[in-house]
């Protein structure tokens, strides 16, 4: 990490000469003002391609003890980013053959060959894929949010950070009988973080009762979790747990987006998901009054934290 990386990374993170089509960046998936997530139900690529997931948020990426929505592998943000960069099926950014053609585009910006070397100095070849990488995985880990009215309320003592009814949703939030806590958990609530002196628990994976297809916790077989990746029959169905911060501006919500509104999710998880042998034991039915719902509502809403998703420095640079 160095001022110089974020400041080049921040540049590439917006730069569209990344993809094939020269119309799309990592921006493009990833909104600041949407929590760095794009609206989409499903995330499309530079070729107008649907993704099978929806993007999912940047926020506090940093600390993500693993990456993507259903990989133990992926565990940093540079192997995360060759995904996007060169997947072929579908087609995300659609970069071939290592990314040649946009190294050669931005060697050919004077901007970038003073940036590049400023970031990389004392390596002949500073402006490279790697370092492309390198630079933006720097940016993204500077994308930190911790001053929701929650985190006022909790962290500086603000009694007037959060009104009544979201201090009375973060009591049920908590609590035993409601239990969402129990998944989405920690400062980033999603459960376990890597950080410095820390030795990490494994990401938090569930299977939260979206589908049942076939009566035994079947789910639909173009997306079926973790277990593509673990070939487990347990990891049916398990997708990991995303983060919460910033939640009321990333619908829609699960994996497929298929359900629209944080409404839509409460809904889901009152009725306690599709009974299935695969449903995490964490899941039940719960009981809510309409007041208990617009509290639990509202304390999802104090997670928004505005001076993040506003902050210029993380916005396209004015000079792009």
């Not at 948020?57 to 980013?81: D, I, P």
């Not at 970069?95 to 060959?113: E, F, H, I, M, Q």
């Not at 590049?116 to 002949?124: N, T, W």
């Not at 003592?157 to 939030?173: E, N, T, W, Y």
Request: hydrophobic share 40%; with cysteine.
């Amino acid at each position: 990490m160095s001022a110089e990386k974020v400041a080049l990374g921040r540049r590439l993170f917006f730069e569209t000469r990344l993809s094939s089509t020269g119309r799309y960046a990592c921006s493009s998936c990833h909104r600041p003002e949407l929590g760095f997530t794009d609206g989409r139900a499903h995330a499309l690529g530079a070729t107008g391609e649907s993704v099978r997931r929806g993007a999912m948020s940047l926020t506090n990426v940093a600390y993500n003890a693993a990456f993507t929505w259903a990989s133990t592998k992926v565990r940093s943000l540079e192997s995360q980013m060759r995904q996007p960069l060169f997947n072929e099926h579908p087609v995300e950014m659609g970069l071939k053959s290592g990314g040649a053609s946009a190294v050669n585009a931005l060697s050919l910006d004077p901007t970038y060959r003073a940036q590049f070397a400023a970031a990389f100095p004392g390596d002949a070849a500073a402006l490279s894929m790697e370092h492309i990488i390198k630079a933006i995985a720097a940016f993204e880990r500077t994308l930190i949010s911790g001053r929701s009215p929650f985190d006022r309320y909790v962290f500086d003592d603000d009694r007037a950070a959060m009104p009544p009814s979201a201090k009375r949703g973060m009591d049920l939030f908590y609590s035993a009988r409601v239990g969402c806590a129990q998944c989405h958990s920690g400062l980033n609530f999603s459960g376990p973080l890597v950080y410095e002196g820390h030795e990490s628990d494994a990401a938090l994976f569930a299977n939260t009762g979206l589908y049942d297809v076939d009566g035994h916790g079947g789910y639909p077989p173009t997306d079926q979790g973790l277990i593509e990746v673990t070939h487990r029959a347990a990891d049916m169905g398990k997708f990991r747990v995303p983060t919460l911060r910033n939640v009321a501006l990333t619908a829609p919500y699960m994996h497929d987006g298929s359900l629209p509104s944080l409404e839509a999710v409460l809904d889901h998880y009152v009725r306690g998901g599709h009974k299935s042998p695969r449903l995490d034991s964490r899941i039940r039915p719960i009981v809510l009054t309409e007041e208990q719902r617009t509290d639990l509502l509202a304390f999802l809403g104090s997670l928004t934290d505005r001076e993040f998703v506003e902050n210029s420095q993380l916005s396209a640079p004015k000079d792009r």
